[in-house]
T-cell receptor, first 111, second 112 residues
């Protein structure tokens, strides 16, 4: 069936470096995508979203890129900080307006 | 504006019992979704409610049910608990279906 998946389960970066977290989706009809951050013991936290009529959206230190041709979504975090250490999930909104999540990538920031 | 709240935060039950979890959405949000999160399966969609009606349902057995009240608050119920139901149950609300989801802290259910 249709699913959202992530390329890498773990990512380790040095503090101050840029991080790139990737996500592949398979439902070409999905029109809305969101990145979430989940810290230990907490629920997922909304980071940034993007609609399918855009290919890039920037927030504070974060950028989401959408490549509909290859059905790929990425989250870029600039100047990664220790507080960015968490699990990151991508989610897609399918044609039935149901939000489905990828498996998650654990980002570890080394001081 | 207060965030999504869930009660209780932690719960321990034994096999065969039933449990009810509660969720209060962000004020003004009309859609409430429930997810089960486990280390092995990740975030799995349970169901979504909008205007007191179930809009979507994930691939879970009938032991899992839910409802939404007129004030948008929602409850989910799991009957005849199994060990495999041990998980973090997350509630999320949004203004309308298909909009950004805002999650609560979750209820950690342990079935022994």
């Amino acid at each position: 069936g249709e699913s959202v998946g992530l390329h890498l389960p773990t990512l380790s970066v040095q503090e101050g470096d840029n991080s790139i977290i990737n996500c592949a989706y398979s439902n070409s009809a999905s029109d809305y995508f969101i990145w979430y951050k989940q810290e230990s013991g907490k629920g997922p936290q909304f980071i940034i979203d993007i609609r399918s009529n855009m290919d890039k959206r920037q927030g504070q230190r974060v950028t989401v890129l959408l490549n509909k041709t290859v059905k790929h979504l990425s989250l870029q975090i600039a100047a990664t900080q220790p507080g960015d250490s968490a699990v990151y999930f991508c989610a897609e909104n399918g044609p039935n307006n149901d939000m489905r999540f990828g498996a998650g990538t654990r980002l570890t920031v080394k001081p | 504006k207060a965030g999504v709240t869930q009660t209780p935060r932690y719960l321990i039950k034994t096999r065969g019992q039933q449990v009810t979890l509660s969720c209060s959405p962000i004020s003004g949000h009309r859609s409430v979704s429930w997810y089960q999160q486990t280390p092995g399966q990740g975030l799995q969609f349970l169901f979504e409610y909008f205007s007191e009606t179930q809009r979507n349902k994930g691939n879970f057995p009938g032991r899992f049910s839910g409802r939404q009240f007129s004030n948008s608050r929602s409850e989910m119920n799991v009957s005849t608990l199994e060990l495999g139901d041990s998980a973090l149950y997350l509630c999320a609300s949004s203004l309308d279906p298909g909009r950004g989801l805002y999650f609560g802290p979750g209820t950690r259910l342990t079935v022994t």
